[in-house]
């Protein structure tokens, strides 16, 4: 297989969508947000960047990324004294201002978009002492990292409405009727009837979208065991490697990480993990959503897999994620009714 890297973006479009309650969006013609994906701004004092409080940031938005084959962090940190906070970084896409004296009325973290550009995510933590400001943190950890998540996703997905693969999208409605934005350039790699394989490939990177659907028949479709075993009897089935006998498939010896939630309001697993090929020493990482069609009574399964030997991969698996992630059936208003007649009945 020939590998290909996909050049990141920068966004010029569309206020993002957010994830609390106790959200506010400012109005107003905005500046468009600057610097790189993955890349976030924290307004702290060196010396609470220095001691617990920066520890603490460091641990949550600073973190590794799950499923990827070497260590990255979930957001590149960028640590900015409140008096060097000027307009050069005020545009950047993530921001994280604190503030840790006894002076703060209303201790709390809040959730703003477009304070200062567009579209951008800034959360607000204040609180009166570096105690306080650890206990907001962590409990708080979660809904920081999936507000930030989710406006990187939301970036990437509004400029892949805006620019994508007619032919990729046109391929996907006549014969899964889905709606799936794929950027340009992305080529037909492998069509058969229950499976699809576009690819994007550069000289030293691939990026690959596989689509395919499976009968609904029981809940067990939704386990982890149920997928990775279909997942690795269709790449064994569909996706040869570079050489003579060799195949794509899932690599066992680190556990994918497993989820169950709502995408589109339907009952949806997610799986990342790392792939391999079988009988070669090809690799890398993958993201798959399973989401069930209750009106059609089957499940569709999309993944996004990267190929990047010796370079960083967070960025290409989220590109992958938000194509993925803008998989939307033909129709979901079926599904809309389906789905709200069951939680009633609930």
């Known amino acids: ?25 400012n109005q107003g013609i905005k500046r468009s947000i600057t610097g790189r994906a993955g890349e976030m701004v924290i307004v702290i004092s060196k010396d609470h960047w220095e001691s617990s409080p920066g520890e603490v940031l460091r641990n949550t938005v600073g973190q590794p990324q799950l499923s990827l084959p ?12 409140h008096n060097a906070f000027d307009n050069i970084f005020k545009t950047t896409r993530n921001i994280i201002t604190t503030k840790i004296s006894a002076s703060v009325e ?33 409990e708080n950890s979660g809904k920081i990292i999936s507000y930030f998540m989710k406006a990187e996703k939301s970036r990437l997905q509004s400029t892949y409405r805006k620019i994508h693969d007619k032919g ?69 089935k569909y996706v040869p490697g570079p050489t003579e006998g060799s195949y794509m498939s899932t690599e066992m010896r680190f556990e994918p990480v497993f989820n169950i939630f709502e995408h589109n309001g339907n009952y949806t697993a997610e799986m990342r993990g790392l792939w391999r090929t079988e009988n070669d ?12 069609d209750a009106s ?51």
């Open 1 to 25: 297989m020939k590998y290909s890297i996909l050049k990141p973006i920068f966004l010029l479009l569309a206020a993002l969508l957010v994830i609390s309650c106790n959200e506010n969006s």
């Open 281 to 292: 020493f090809m690799g890398g990482p993958y993201i798959q959503i399973a989401e069930l």
């Open 168 to 236: 990729v999208l046109n391929t996907l409605q006549e014969k899964f009727d889905i709606t799936m934005y794929c950027l340009p350039g992305f080529q037909l790699a492998t069509e058969k009837n229950d499976f699809i394989w576009y690819r994007y490939d550069s000289p030293d990177v691939t990026q690959g979208i596989f689509v395919y659907s499976v009968k609904y028949n029981s809940d067990s479709i939704f386990s982890s065991e149920f997928l990775l075993y279909k997942r690795n009897e269709m790449l064994k």
């Open 106 to 138: 209303n201790p709390g973290v809040q959730f703003i978009n477009n304070v200062w550009a567009s579209p951008q995510a800034t959360v607000a933590i204040n609180a009166k002492n570096k105690v306080e400001f650890e206990k907001l943190l962590n």
């Open 296 to 346: 059609n009574q089957r499940v569709v399964i999309a993944e996004g897999f990267v190929y990047a030997p010796g370079k960083n991969k967070r960025n290409l698996l989220r590109q992958v994620e938000a194509m993925i992630y803008s998989m939307k059936f033909g129709n979901q208003a079926k599904n809309d009714k389906i789905n709200s007649e069951i939680k009633m009945g609930n």
């Open 70 to 81: 070497q260590d990255e962090p979930i957001f590149n940190l960028v640590d900015i004294p």
